[in-house]
């Protein structure tokens, strides 16, 4: 068989995750990232609020406890504790990678505040936090000669020997089927966005890593915990993502109006809570969506701290220093997904999964504010340094070619008609919400 690739590491995801894994990787590890889309398309490009970082001991508690408060107490208690203290070590990694943070006028990392945090922890690079991450990120593993990456190229199915995952079967950017095979597996694959009408992630994201855990009989963890952002721009349009209007600005200060222009929330409840009140106060006013109203916060503020906020919604009609705008709730992050462990193992051995199709019980029932890129690169950088620590033995190429049967994979709308509806049943997804 011709079809036939080997790597040392095999990374599905190019977001933040998969890419901080791949940088701890040895670097004499042969490492392949690969990514369903282009590079830079993926949700960890849009996160806008920030990322959270313990910025004294003095806070420690508080911060357990308002991740705890916002996940309804269901969160593994060690994941949060891992996470936490764990911060200032990745954010100090993210520098010496090349990541701008805000500064104060002494040179002193800046804080801001999002809903649901009792005190101001969150790093941030303007609105657009994310995207100042993972392009760095992105830089650094296009710098790396024993890092290949690869766009346009699926995930199709994990190869399994034994029980273990050996590998992959990938379609390319050209549709054709080919064999990988690696001595570990990572699934960074993402969120679940792209099965829902609104959503605020990009839409070729469906939940393939839960597909091919619910192909394999590898355990999953409360697939049914999917968070609603109470704050998107409201369009007419299914069709695109949601444009986030990010939980910073009501930290800052910005308020939420019924049709009235009457507060009806607490702008800083946690966002489930949020999101509930605005439904319920769509269906009482009969609208399809309600209004925010970003004045309260300064004009110098407004704009240098939320620069692509206030420019997006100039493009769509709006000036936000002057009205308010329409907002309505949308699917945003996915807490599920693939059960790991502290160190990102899955149930089948050589098989991870790090970032949004991981779960490993940080967040609970409902994520707490900029946990979500903090998360991500904890316990990215933790399975890199297992996945280091035990190198695994090699298949030959003939016990690889009797694993590969690439006939399986070759009616590519059946197969993944197959999988998006595996995963939209055990998300307990209805058909009302699915496009």
């Not at 080997?6 to 599905?12: A, F, N, Q, S, Y």
């Amino acid at each position: 068989m011709e079809d036939i690739m080997d790597t040392d590491i095999l990374i599905v995801g190019s977001g933040c995750s998969g890419l901080y894994c791949a940088l701890h990787l040895p670097r004499e590890k042969r490492i392949t990232v690969i990514t369903k889309a282009d590079l830079e398309s993926s949700d960890s490009y849009l996160a806008q609020g920030g990322i959270c970082c313990l910025k004294d001991p003095a806070d420690y508690d508080a911060f357990f406890e308002d991740t705890l408060k916002a996940g309804h107490y269901e969160n593994d208690r060690e994941s949060v504790d891992i996470m936490i203290r764990s911060s200032q070590d990745v954010i100090q990694d993210l520098i010496g990678l090349g990541v701008e943070f805000q500064r104060e006028e002494d040179g002193s990392l800046a804080f801001t505040r999002e809903g649901a945090h009792s005190d101001k922890r969150i790093l941030f690079h303007e609105d657009i936090t994310g995207q100042e991450i993972t392009s760095k990120l992105l830089a650094r593993a296009k710098e790396r000669e024993n890092i290949t990456l690869l766009e346009r190229t699926t995930l199709v199915d994990i190869l399994v020997q034994d029980g273990e995952c050996r590998g992959g079967v990938l379609r390319l950017a050209d549709g054709s089927l080919e064999a990988v095979e690696a001595e570990y597996t990572v699934l960074a694959t993402g969120g679940v966005g792209g099965l829902y009408r609104y959503s605020t992630n990009f839409r070729h994201l469906t939940g393939d890593g839960l597909a091919i855990a619910l192909r394999h009989g590898v355990a999953l963890q409360n697939p049914d915990y999917v968070q609603i952002h109470p704050t998107t721009l409201y369009s007419e349009s299914t069709q695109d993502r949601r444009f986030l209007i990010s939980e910073s600005v009501r930290g800052e200060g910005a308020k939420l109006y019924n049709k009235n222009m009457e507060r009806f929330v607490d702008e800083l409840l946690p966002r489930d809570r949020v999101s509930q009140a605005i439904y319920a106060q769509m269906e009482k006013d009969g609208t399809d969506f309600v209004w925010e109203d970003l004045r309260p916060i300064p004009e110098q503020e407004l704009r240098e701290h939320f620069p692509n906020i206030v420019e997006h919604c100039r493009e769509m009609g709006y000036d936000v220093t002057k009205e308010c705008i329409p907002v309505v709730p949308a699917q945003h992050y996915f807490m599920g997904g693939v059960k790991v462990d502290h160190n990102s193992r899955t149930s089948m051995p050589r098989l991870y999964a790090v970032g949004e199709t991981a779960c490993n019980g940080v967040h609970g029932k409902n994520r707490l504010a900029s946990n979500s890129l903090l998360e991500s690169l904890v316990f990215a950088k933790r399975a890199a340094g297992e996945m280091a620590a035990h190198p695994a033995s090699r298949l030959s190429r003939e016990e690889l070619e009797k694993l590969a049967d690439l006939s399986l994979y070759q009616d590519q709308e059946a197969y993944e008609e197959v999988c998006r509806q595996a995963v939209q049943k055990a998300i307990g997804q209805t058909k009302a919400q699915a496009i």
